[in-house]
T-cell receptor, first 115, second 116 residues
Framework: GDSVTQMEGPVTLSEEAFLTINCTYT??????LFWYVQYPGEGLQLLLK?????DKGSNKGFEATYRKETTSFHLEKGSVQVSDSAVYFCALSPILTGGGNKLTFGTGTQLKVEL | GAGVSQSPRYKVAKRGQDVALRCDPISGHVSLFWYQQALGQGPEFLTYFQNEAQLDKSGLPSDRFFAERPEGSVSTLKIQRTQQEDSAVYLC??????????????FGNGTRLTVT
């Protein structure tokens, strides 16, 4: 079945450091890929998405590129802020269900950004 | 505007008790999902409604789990004869347009169920 593998956390960085959170997936066909973020005390929020190979999703300074050849969707940000501290989830949705239904999530990566 | 609302926020149940978890989706949202999130894990799909129709219940872990959305708005997830392994955060999410990639999934803050 479909699966998503994320790097384990917590990841601790200093403010303004470069961030990479690795995500690889296993799926049949060409799934859509997502990054969700969960800030402390809040619900999951969509951060960015990509629906086909070589697409780049971006939002709030975060980027991720859909790499079909390596089945990866790594999350990057050039300069993190304390306010980026949260848990980040990589997820996929099979293309046939359309529109991000029935997401399969990774286990989440906690990011802590310190001054 | 109002987001997805879930109640109660926390629920403690003794093993063997029945529980009911409520989800109020965003008004007008056609799609509604339930996910289960165990501690330290990502959410796992339980079931999906489109309006009042339950189109997919493949993720429900046993016949003790039952979900309904009788009028196509509020949904209830019921767990009968709770077991310790049912302890988790139960997340509800809604989506305005079922088949649009540009229609985001909105999650509630979840109900944390602890079975003692």
């Amino acid at each position: 079945g479909d699966s998503v593998t994320q790097m384990e956390g917590p990841v601790t960085l200093s403010e303004e450091a470069f961030l990479t959170i690795n995500c690889t997936y296993t799926a049949t066909g060409y799934p859509s890929l997502f990054w969700y973020v969960q800030y402390p005390g809040e619900g999951l929020q969509l951060l960015l998405k990509a629906t086909k190979a070589d697409d780049k999703g971006s939002n709030k300074g975060f980027e991720a590129t859909y790499r079909k050849e390596t089945t990866s969707f790594h999350l990057e940000k050039g300069s993190v802020q304390v306010s980026d501290s949260a848990v980040y989830f990589c997820a996929l949705s099979p293309i046939l269900t359309g529109g991000g239904n029935k997401l399969t999530f990774g286990t989440g990566t906690q990011l802590k950004v310190e001054l | 505007g109002a987001g997805v609302s879930q109640s109660p926020r926390y629920k403690v149940a003794k093993r063997g008790q029945d529980v009911a978890l409520r989800c109020d989706p965003i008004s007008g949202h056609v799609s509604l999902f339930w996910y289960q999130q165990a501690l330290g894990q990502g959410p796992e799909f339980l079931t999906y409604f489109q309006n009042e129709a339950q189109l997919d219940k493949s993720g429900l872990p046993s016949d003790r789990f039952f979900a309904e959305r009788p009028e196509g708005s509020v949904s209830t997830l019921k767990i009968q004869r709770t077991q310790q392994e049912d302890s988790a955060v139960y997340l509800c999410a809604s989506k305005e347009h079922p088949s649009s990639y540009n229609s985001p999934l909105h999650f509630g803050n979840g109900t944390r169920l602890t079975v003692t």
